[in-house]
Every structure is written in C-alpha cells, then in structure tokens.
C-alpha cells in the first residue's frame, strides 16, 4: 500500500499542481477564462486577477511544493500533501460558495479528499497495510503484551 499510496499522490499531486497553476495563469490572462463576471458580484472582487493568482499560487504552489517534498522524501512530505489536498477542498468550498456548482467542482473536490485519505495510508492511519487473518492478529497482540 505504501509504494502505491506514494506513487498515486505525486501524480495526484503534480495534476493538481499543473491544473491549478494553468488555472490561474489563464483566469489571469483572460480574466476568469470564460467565467461571467457577475459571479463576483458579492465579493469584494471587480475582476478575476486576485483570485487567479491565489488559485494558481497558493493552491497551484502548495500541490507542486507537497508533490516536489513527496518525490523526494522529505521528512514534512506528508504534512505538506495534507495541506494540499486541505487547501484544495476548501478552495472548491469557497468556490461553490462564491459561483455555485460545476461539475468540475465534483472532481477538484474528489481530488483533494483522494490526496488526504492517500496521505492518511502512507503514514498508516488507516489500518495496516497487509490484511492478517484473525489468528494472526491474536498471536501478535499475544507477542506484544
């Protein structure tokens, strides 16, 4: 589960990465990329620009940073992807909040719910990696005591 849960979070994370650096840079470029302006009329922005450069720098540069961390085995690799994958949720939330839903939304969210549960089996928070039969299970808890 380990070498998995490694390999399918720096490629989860590069995608995230990559997505939301594109993201910003076109949202910055094009102001929104195509998304109608009177989605913003509630908030405290006039035009895409802020939120762009948040989209592609703080999510874009927290997903390359945790992938960068990962793929090297930095000691605070999993602190970061779970920042990550965090910071990835709570920007669709804002998002939803702010423009309502898109499906694409559904897939952003996915990814970085996916980042945390994957970071959650990396550092063994989810259960052990090799599935034991309940006879093994006693004589280890046995050994242990």
């Known amino acids: 589960m380990t070498r998995f849960a490694r390999i399918a979070l720096i490629i989860l994370l590069y995608f995230g990465a990559l997505s939301a650096i594109g993201g910003g840079i076109l949202g910055t470029v094009d102001n929104g990329g195509g998304v109608p302006l009177e989605y913003l009329r509630s908030t405290p922005f006039t035009s895409y620009l802020i939120p762009s450069l948040i989209l592609g720098i703080v999510?874009?540069?927290t997903q390359g940073a945790?992938?960068?961390?990962?793929?090297?085995?930095?000691?605070?690799?999993?602190?970061a992807a779970t920042v990550a994958g965090f910071g990835m949720m709570i920007w669709i939330f804002v998002e939803l909040a702010i423009i309502g839903y898109d499906v694409l939304?559904?897939?952003?969210?996915?990814?970085g719910a996916l980042e945390v549960?994957?970071?959650?089996?990396?550092?063994g928070a989810l259960g052990p990696a090799v599935k034991t039969s309940p006879t093994q299970s006693v004589t280890r808890r046995q050994r242990h005591r």
């Open 66 to 79: 945790a992938a960068i961390l990962l793929h090297r085995r930095n000691a605070y690799s999993s602190g």
């Open 105 to 111: 939304q559904t897939l952003y969210f996915g990814l």
């Open 117 to 123: 549960l994957l970071v959650l089996g990396l550092v």
């Open 59 to 61: 999510i874009g540069g």
